[in-house]
């Protein structure tokens, strides 16, 4: 699995996540939906993501350079 397919499948998990706690627990759990949006948003047009950048420290290793074998 990419880390591009990793940061939606959080995202996703994310805004499910919320919608279920909003409609058990407290309405203030739309926060933490809004709060993936706006990241998802500006993530897209500066190119920061702080998910990518824990992700890459903790689960994604570096692919070991590929030789060119011709």
């Known amino acids: 699995m990419t880390i ?10 994310m805004v ?9 627990a407290s309405p203030w759990w739309l926060l933490l939906t809004a709060f ?6 500006q993530s897209s047009v500066t190119g920061f ?4 950048m824990i992700m890459k420290k903790l689960f994604f290793r570096s692919p070991s350079p590929v030789t060119d074998r011709q």
């Open 4 to 13: 591009e397919n990793s940061i939606r499948m959080l995202a996703g998990t």
């Open 16 to 24: 499910l996540l919320s919608l279920v706690l909003y409609y058990f």
């Open 36 to 41: 993936v949006g706006v990241n998802l948003l």
């Open 49 to 52: 993501c702080p998910a990518e």
